[in-house]
């Protein structure tokens, strides 16, 4: 097993007064050649975007996107005909194949809106672009894993032309729950929304995030109440 951790402060970061953003890994003006990707896994950003703002229309191709709702309300318009808002517990996934255009709007004047933003690189290239999106019950991720993205479409969660698989967590103080990884040679991205937590001997706090190649399980402690993300990538 072979880990790397990446501290909260380690990140790149971008303040555009609408838009205050941490980079996981390169992206826009942040180029770190140490943090490319991890495995499949290209963007994690961490935004916050003031009321009233957002993303104009802009075009995206060949990339599966995904947005995990934190806190807000965000009001998402493509070429596709979709006009939706997406809300706290609300995950969206774009495979953008050939192509697609969109605008990600905070929804609400005075409030911001608290997202991730995830790019997963694809397994299939120009496919018919698609839009996804579903809510998830908060209370089966409370001291489990609720997995949110696979790469099948039959599964009860959202899906992507991947061999990944994403998970979120809410755990007590004290929880501990192990995770077997999905796929040979897949990594797993662990990212701490909030908390603390312990993976097998490393203390992470929140906004760290750790990335484990040449697993096969993984153990993950709570040492305060905790939230997080799991991903399952193909390196």
């Known amino acids: 097993m072979h880990s790397t951790i990446y501290k909260a402060d380690s990140r790149g970061h971008a303040d555009h007064g609408w838009l205050n953003t941490y980079y996981s890994f390169s992206f826009a003006d942040y180029y770190n050649p140490d943090r490319m990707r991890f495995?499949?896994?290209?963007?994690?950003?961490?935004?916050?975007?003031?009321?009233?703002?957002?993303?104009?229309?802009?075009?995206?191709?060949?990339?599966?996107?995904i947005t995990i709702l934190l806190k807000g309300a965000l009001e998402?318009?493509?070429?596709?005909?979709?006009?939706?808002?997406?809300?706290?517990?609300?995950?969206?996934?774009m495979?953008?194949?050939t192509g697609i255009v969109h605008s990600?709007?905070?929804?609400?004047?005075?409030?911001?809106?608290?997202?991730?933003?995830?790019?997963?690189?694809?397994?299939?290239?120009?496919?018919?672009?698609?839009?996804?999106?579903?809510?998830?019950?908060?209370?089966?991720?409370?001291?489990?894993l609720q997995q949110i993205v696979g790469p099948y479409i039959n599964d009860n969660?959202?899906?992507?032309?991947?061999?990944?698989?994403?998970?979120?967590?809410s755990l007590s103080k004290d929880c501990t729950i192990d995770y077997a990884t999905k796929r040979k040679h897949?990594?797993?991205y662990v990212?701490?929304?909030?908390?603390?937590?312990?993976?097998n001997n490393e203390c992470l706090h929140i906004r760290d995030a750790i990335g484990i190649r040449d697993v096969e399980n993984i153990s993950i402690t709570a040492n305060n109440n905790a939230e997080l993300l799991?991903?399952?990538?193909?390196l």
């Open 157 to 169: 969660n959202l899906w992507i032309h991947q061999n990944a698989w994403l998970y979120l967590g």
């Open 186 to 188: 897949n990594g797993v």
């Open 104 to 144: 990600e709007q905070n929804k609400n004047q005075h409030q911001p809106v608290s997202l991730l933003q995830l790019w997963i690189l694809p397994n299939q290239h120009n496919v018919q672009p698609r839009y996804g999106q579903q809510t998830f019950n908060p209370l089966h991720r409370k001291n489990r």
């Open 191 to 199: 990212f701490v929304i909030d908390g603390d937590i312990t993976i």
């Open 230 to 234: 799991l991903i399952d990538i193909p």
């Open 76 to 93: 998402h318009k493509d070429n596709m005909g979709y006009t939706e808002i997406i809300q706290e517990n609300d995950v969206q996934v």
């Open 39 to 65: 495995g499949a896994l290209r963007v994690l950003n961490d935004d916050t975007v003031q009321g009233g703002m957002g993303f104009g229309m802009h075009p995206h191709d060949n990339m599966e996107i």
């Open 95 to 97: 495979s953008a194949g």
